[in-house]
């Protein structure tokens, strides 16, 4: 018991004087949180030099099959998303000429069918069982003057706010994202 009691106190003098050089090593000519602040600008500055902060929800437009009028959507910019999809009803997959015709709704709110090539069929898991299957298209999406080439899923999303949800896979593309700011960029520039 005595030996229990005489390691217990050496525990103790050794975590005490751990901590006591540990904050002595902290406490120098400049604090802890002065040197991280002094550094958070230049690594902020760096990272987004070539990208555009956008909200979490814009105005875009996708064109897709090279369509002479995009059809301009609120789009949400999901970073715990990894593929884009796109709203799309009554989809029809022509396997044998590799083509997908689906209905979808443009600009102007009103209903239009689309015939082009798709480049995939992914599937889906959907919760809490089974999977789906999705065609996987070519679109070309611009937010505000950034324009970029995408992979974008058919799906339903009649339930949804949002008609078109970008992924990270487009997000990378110069995209970062201020989840406190909604339509912050304004309306899809136009080429």
Known sequence: MYYTWWLAILLIFNTTATFAQSRQNVSSDTSYSECSQAAAPAAIEKTSENKLVAGYLEKSSISICGQALPIEVDAKLDTGADSTSFHATDIV???????????????????????CPYKRIMR?????????????IAAQIRIASQVFEAEVN????????????IGRKELRNGLLIDPSQRYRLGKPVSP
């Open 93 to 115: 997959i022509d396997k044998k000429h590799k083509k997908v015709t689906f209905t979808t709704v443009n600009s102007n709110g009103g209903m239009q069918r689309i015939t």
């Open 154 to 165: 058919l799906t339903d999303r009649t339930h949804f706010s949002y008609k078109l949800l």
């Open 124 to 136: 889906v898991k959907k919760r809490p069982s089974g999977s789906s299957q999705r065609p996987v």
